[in-house]
């Protein structure tokens, strides 16, 4: 990987982390009813498989990433 | 000579037959201009357009805002938080959406896609909850480590309040 420029990447986060925390501070600062709406689009969950010889493994929930080895 | 000949005249006839072929690969600005511009403005929930006629599209562009038109220079622009403004065809309000970041891929076709996490109207976006949010980020970001994840996540929120703020009138 090339050198990281933005606060971001140095601070160790991925895009996707970056963005998804922007749009929960604007989700934060919304009126309701829109908040209420917009909150549903908050949750986020994660199921992790690992995959041998072309076949997916079970797959368990993962709290965090970093639990799924990313 | 003969055969010179012959070989000049099939060359000719060649080329005079392939000419009309290529003549049809060049576009004619007239025509792309009054096709006007498509706009494909999505996100993860929802699909706000999908192949809208729309007339401009304003862009907060990480690197600057800029405007779209038909037959705008292709770019990818990877978005910052902020106002999106789409001008309809035979309308003079824009119409704005605030925001959260995204990406913004202008093809050599004059249809613009937009892919955002969330968007939201201007008109629910809570002042004094922005306000108060801006302050908190602004203390959690004095109070954490330089360099830390604490310290970007805090700038994340200050940015995004800020946007939030200048977009309905505050100046934080």
Known sequence: MSTPTTFWRLAG???TQYVTRAATALRNGLKEPAKTQAMRN????????????GKAGSKKPVQVLSEAGL | TDQKFFTMMQNTILRRAAAPLLRRT???????AASGMTLNFSL????????AKVSQVIVPGAAGEYGVTADHVPVVAQLQAGVLQIMHEGSNEAEKYFVAGGFSITHPNSVTDISCPEAVKIDDIDSAAVSSAFEAAKSA???AEAGSADQALA??????????????????
Not at chain 1, 42 to 53: F, V
Not at chain 2, 26 to 32: I, L
Not at chain 2, 44 to 51: K, N, Q, V
């Open chain 2, 44 to 51: 993860p929930s929802e699909t706000i357009y999908a192949g």
């Open chain 1, 13 to 15: 986060m991925s895009y």
């Open chain 2, 141 to 143: 970001f004095a109070a």
């Open chain 2, 26 to 32: 060049f576009s004619s600005a007239p025509e792309a």
């Open chain 2, 155 to 172: 700038q994340i929120d200050m940015e995004v309040n800020k946007a939030m703020g200048s977009a309905v009138g505050l100046s934080l």
């Open chain 1, 42 to 53: 908050e949750a986020l969950s994660y199921n992790s498989a690992t995959w041998a010889g």
